[in-house]
Each structure stands twice: as C-alpha cells, then as structure tokens.
C-alpha cells in the first residue's frame, strides 16, 4: 500500500520555527519529485513547495521564498519542510504529495496522485 505520513506541525507563536517530515511507504521517492501543498480554511488548496528527484531543483511559492526550505533524504525515503519565520497566514492544514512514477521534475500542472493525510501548523501569539 502507498502511503506518505506527515509529521511535525503544532502550533507556533509568529516567527517561529516549525520541521515537518513526510515519510513514504509501499514505494521509494527516490525517481520521483515530491511536493508540499497547504490548504487554510475556507481557501482552495495552494501548492508550497517542489524538489525534484535528485533534490537539485527546489522551488516555491512567492509568499514563502527565503522562509521556507524543502529537501530531501532518499536513504531514508523522507522529504522535509523547514519552516521559518512563520506568519499567522500560513496557517493551514499542510500535505505531502507524490506523482506518479517516472515523474523526476517539478514540471507545470504535474497532477499529484498520492498524498498524506495532511498535518495542521497553526501560527498565532
């Protein structure tokens, strides 16, 4: 059975730091890119971050470039997000997310087919 489980959310006064994880299982990451979305309420899912296979590309989304870092350890078929510098609005329900096989690059429109079951971060004093 595929699965990727999340770790690490909780709740974070602004500024500060939270480490997720997303481990898999039932497949190796390591041939596929990877990626992590969020999703606040009453918002429509977003996309946070991308790496690809080899953990050489690394992008994200405008409102958490230099806060946010996403990587990877193959040997250990986890990726990570480091967050930093957390605000209020990035509250959200986070999730990992593979695609299908073969998939090695954080390529437009890439359609995600396997996720977790999302992890809550909660930024507030």
């Known amino acids: 059975q595929l699965q990727l489980v999340e770790s690490g959310g909780g709740l974070v006064q602004p500024g500060g730091s939270l480490s997720l994880s997303c481990a898999a299982s039932?497949?190796?990451?390591?041939?596929?890119?990877m990626g992590w979305f969020r999703q606040a309420p009453g918002k429509e899912r977003e996309g946070v971050s991308c790496?690809?296979?080899?953990?050489?590309?690394?992008g994200y989304t405008d409102s958490v470039k230099g806060r946010f870092t996403i990587s990877r350890d193959n040997a250990k078929n986890t990726v990570y997000l480091q967050l930093d510098n957390l605000k209020p609005e990035d509250t959200a329900i986070y999730y990992c997310?593979?695609?299908?096989?073969?998939?090695?690059?954080?390529?437009?429109?890439?359609?995600?087919?396997?996720w977790g079951q999302g992890i809550q971060v909660t930024v507030s004093s």
């Open positions: 039932g497949f190796t990451l390591d041939k596929l890119a």
């Open positions: 790496i690809d296979s080899s953990g050489a590309f690394r």
């Open positions: 997310a593979a695609p299908p096989p073969l998939f090695r690059q954080c390529l437009p429109g890439i359609r995600y087919d396997t």
